[in-house]
């Protein structure tokens, strides 16, 4: 079979208009063959187009002016944590406040002007706290909407501030998830640093536990400081979540021994738990180890994991 012919220059390196390649001197025949990824209609890719991110760059060379991604796409760019079901949707959700967008592979929502828009990689892209409200409409079973909201207000790097969210959350009033949105707001805490820590510390909370610092500094001797992943700080005692590149990482591995050891030194009591610990389990050995430390409250029960 004949090598195809090159393309014109420059059309190589990312993705372009089939009229550009038109224009520069392509032939349709090239533009059809099959050394060519054709992900939208009137766009073709060198490279096929198998990610987000490489499909909404492919999607932004034919994009018109005033519009943005949005929904689950935005969410998805910004880094929110979301089931798997919605990571592998490979449709792009995008917006404008005129007449929504229509093709393959394209979910088009008409939204009143005024929307914030933000770049990622170059892109435009709603603002993340503005993304998570649109969540509401499709992130209803258990707490995935309050998983997602805690990477808003993360640790180490949030994405934005707790008035950002209020103020977000207030332009979504009276729109479908509304109320969901609203009730998933009174869960999130900010410094959580990973979905898994967000899902410790609900159980932590709904079973009548004082509420824990996520993230919360803790001194330690010589003027140090360090962090714990949930801090009970009236009663020194730390409740870890060792997620798997805690074991995977050797450097890591050796420097949260270190860390537990100096936490340890310093009078703290620190209870290590993992994604298969049951959440029975969880609650016994902080019931435990509060009670020890003066608590005087009582779990609510039963809990199963």
Same mark, same amino acid.
Do not use: K
């Given at each position: 079979?004949?090598?195809?012919?090159?393309?014109?220059? %420059?059309?190589? !390196? /990312?993705?372009?208009?089939?009229?550009?390649?038109?224009?520069?001197?392509?032939?349709?025949?090239?533009?059809?063959?099959?050394?060519?990824?054709?992900?939208?209609? %009137?766009? &073709?890719?060198?490279?096929? !187009?198998?990610?987000?991110?490489?499909?909404?760059?492919?999607?932004?060379?034919?994009?018109?002016?005033?519009?943005?991604?949005?929904?689950?796409?935005?969410?998805?760019?910004?880094?929110?944590? #979301?089931?798997?079901?919605?990571?592998?949707?490979?449709?792009?959700?995008?917006?404008?406040?005129?007449?929504?967008?229509? !093709?393959?592979?394209?979910?088009?929502?008409?939204?009143?002007? +005024?929307?914030?828009?933000?770049?990622?990689?170059?892109?435009?892209?709603?603002?993340?706290?503005?993304?998570?409200?649109?969540?509401?409409?499709?992130?209803?079973?258990?707490?995935?909407?309050?998983?997602? %909201?805690?990477? #808003?207000?993360?640790?180490?790097?949030?994405?934005? /501030?707790?008035?950002?969210?209020?103020?977000?959350?207030? &332009?979504?009033?009276?729109?479908?998830?509304?109320?969901?949105?609203?009730?998933?707001?009174?869960?999130?805490?900010?410094?959580?640093? /990973?979905?898994?820590?967000?899902?410790?510390?609900?159980?932590?909370?709904?079973? +009548?536990?004082?509420?824990?610092?996520?993230?919360?500094?803790?001194?330690?001797?010589? +003027?140090?400081?360090?962090?714990?992943?949930?801090?009970?700080?009236?009663?020194?005692?730390?409740?870890?979540?060792?997620?798997?590149?805690?074991?995977?990482?050797?450097?890591?591995?050796?420097?949260?021994?270190?860390? $537990?050891?100096?936490?340890?030194?310093?009078?703290?009591?620190?209870?290590?738990?993992?994604?298969?610990?049951?959440?029975?389990? $969880?609650?016994?050995? #902080?019931?435990?180890?509060?009670?020890?430390? +003066?608590?005087?409250?009582?779990?609510?029960?039963?809990?199963?994991?």
């Amino acid at each position: 079979m004949p090598r195809p012919r090159p393309l014109p220059d %420059g059309l190589a !390196a /990312s993705p372009f208009r089939v009229a550009e390649a038109l224009e520069l001197g392509a032939t349709p025949r090239r533009l059809r063959a099959r050394d060519l990824d054709a992900p939208f209609h %009137g766009v &073709r890719t060198v490279t096929p !187009a198998n990610d987000l991110l490489s499909l909404c760059r492919a999607y932004a060379v034919r994009m018109p002016q005033g519009h943005y991604f949005s929904h689950v796409t935005a969410a998805r760019l910004w880094g929110l944590p #979301l089931p798997s079901a919605l990571r592998g949707d490979r449709r792009l959700h995008v917006s404008t406040a005129g007449r929504e967008p229509r !093709a393959r592979g394209v979910v088009g929502h008409r939204i009143a002007e +005024g929307a914030e828009i933000r770049f990622v990689e170059e892109l435009p892209v709603l603002a993340p706290c503005d993304a998570w409200c649109q969540l509401g409409a499709v992130l209803l079973q258990g707490d995935d909407l309050v998983i997602a %909201g805690d990477r #808003l207000l993360g640790w180490p790097d949030p994405l934005a /501030s707790p008035d950002e969210l209020g103020a977000a959350i207030s &332009r979504f009033a009276g729109r479908r998830g509304a109320r969901a949105v609203a009730r998933a707001r009174r869960d999130i805490r900010a410094r959580s640093g /990973s979905p898994r820590e967000t899902v410790v510390r609900l159980i932590v909370a709904r079973a +009548g536990f004082p509420e824990p610092e996520p993230n919360g500094p803790v001194e330690l001797s010589g +003027g140090r400081r360090t962090h714990g992943d949930l801090v009970f700080r009236a009663h020194r005692l730390l409740l870890e979540y060792d997620g798997e590149q805690h074991r995977l990482d050797a450097r890591r591995f050796r420097r949260d021994i270190d860390r $537990i050891n100096d936490l340890q030194d310093a009078g703290w009591v620190v209870i290590r738990v993992h994604a298969g610990t049951p959440h029975a389990e $969880i609650i016994a050995r #902080l019931d435990a180890g509060l009670r020890a430390r +003066g608590w005087e409250g009582a779990p609510r029960a039963p809990w199963v994991s």
